[in-house]
């Protein structure tokens, strides 16, 4: 707080917290003017202010003030005109600012960098009540802000998601973060698949969970495509075999049909294998995995080989168990199968389902085995494979 002459701009008399806060002495702001804090390219304004002050009270704002070493702070300006020892003076608080200003600015530049982000990003609680939401998350679902942040996160989840999102919530507030797929309805009806990385944070001793989204449709698209590329690619394969297994057909040619869908196989499949690999810990339950003393890497192979053959129509279950101390087994039983009665009279299907187990299963570089236990073609019930890696080598790419 200062007093200074309405006239000559001379400070008359200045109180401890401005000597402390702009870095002059008493003696120095007794022999200076209010200019002298001031920029100089913020005089013009000063004088101008000066030559419109009234009596009494005056909010004049915030203004950029120079200390002694040359920095600039900001300031919230309040003056009251009065009389100081026979002198037509004005009284100013000036409240230092910048740490208030410089604070809003960087929330701005961080709204606008999350505004500019490609990813939609919400902030919600437990209950899945939207606290915060960027520029993305409401208009690639078609909403203004508003709209969406008056709607739950449980009423814009497809259906085939919605059964497990309060134990998806429960599972980030537990483990912290937690990455999985869903599904979003868009305000027209449309369904928008997404990629879900949610972790959680504490805002004033209150847990809630920050979730990025980001639109896979183009991958699910590309997936598609690839789904129906290999079974036409099997299929094609089961059509043009079929004769070549016939009993009078010599063994080598037989040889070289098996050589060489094997080779087609690892081309085609193991570049897909290597790049599904890394997303399929989104449709596990990892806990339980860990909990059931599974491996979860040894868990989400067997995932995506009951994925694979789920595009060649054949449903399939797996059941583990311990073989040993440093030991699972996994046992892949066929639910159905698609050849059953062609089976029998031709080995080529059993054979297309053998090199699909055996031969992905040496993608994953684990230390154990995969084989084959029972099979229709053989008079069994069901098709079933026995995979078994060592628990201290269960990496898989």
């Known amino acids: 707080m200062w007093v200074h002459d309405l006239e000559t701009l001379e400070f008359l008399t200045v109180n401890e917290a401005a000597i402390h806060r702009y870095g002059y002495s008493r003696d120095e702001f007794l022999g200076m003017t209010i200019k002298d804090i001031r920029p100089p390219e913020d005089i013009p304004d000063l004088l101008e202010n000066i030559s419109k002050v009234t009596e009494g009270l005056d909010d004049a704002g915030i203004w950029r003030h120079k200390k002694k070493d040359g920095s600039i702070i900001y300031v919230e300006i309040v003056s009251h005109t009065i009389d100081f020892n026979g002198r037509r003076a004005e009284m100013v608080l000036a409240n230092d600012i910048t740490k208030r200003l410089e604070a809003e600015e960087e929330l701005r530049l961080k709204a606008q960098l999350l505004d500019r982000a490609t990813d939609s990003i919400f902030v919600h609680d437990r209950d899945g009540n939207f606290l915060y939401m960027n520029e993305v998350a409401y208009k690639s679902r078609g909403y203004t802000r508003d709209e ?3 709607i739950n996160l449980h009423d814009i989840i497809v259906p085939e998601f919605s059964g497990n999102i309060d134990q998806r919530i429960e599972a980030v507030l537990e483990n912290g973060e937690a990455v999985y797929e869903s599904a979003n309805f868009g305000k027209n009806g449309s369904i928008i698949p997404i990629e ?56 080598h040619v037989r040889h ?22 890394e997303h399929l810990p989104c449709g596990l ?16 192979f067997i995932l995506w080989l009951g994925r694979l053959f789920e595009n060649i129509n054949i449903r399939t279950n797996t059941s583990y168990e311990k073989t040993d101390p440093e030991g699972i087994k996994a046992n892949l039983e066929f639910l159905n199968c698609p050849w059953k009665g062609d089976a029998k009279a031709n080995p080529i299907f059993c054979f297309i389902c053998r090199t699909i187990v055996l031969r992905s299963f040496t993608w994953t570089k684990q230390s154990g085995s995969a084989q084959q236990k029972s099979s229709i073609a053989n008079g069994s019930k069901t098709c079933i494979f026995e995979i078994q890696v060592k628990l201290k080598d269960t990496g898989i790419i």
Not at 203 to 231: F, H, P
Not at 286 to 292: A, G, Q
């Open 256 to 277: 070289n049909l098996i050589r060489n869908f094997a080779e087609r196989f690892d081309k085609n499949i193991r570049p897909r294998f290597e790049k599904e690999i």
């Open 196 to 251: 879900v990385h949610s972790c959680i944070f504490d805002s004033g001793g209150r847990k809630l969970i920050l979730a990025v989204t980001r639109d896979i449709t183009e991958r699910k698209d590309a997936e598609k495509l690839q789904r129906e590329k290999t079974i036409a690619e099997l299929y094609g394969f089961i059509v043009s075999a079929l004769p070549v297994f016939a009993s009078n057909v010599p063994s």
């Open 148 to 150: 969406l942040m008056g």
């Open 285 to 300: 339950n990892v806990d339980k995995s860990i909990k059931e003393g599974i491996p979860v890497k040894f868990d989400i």
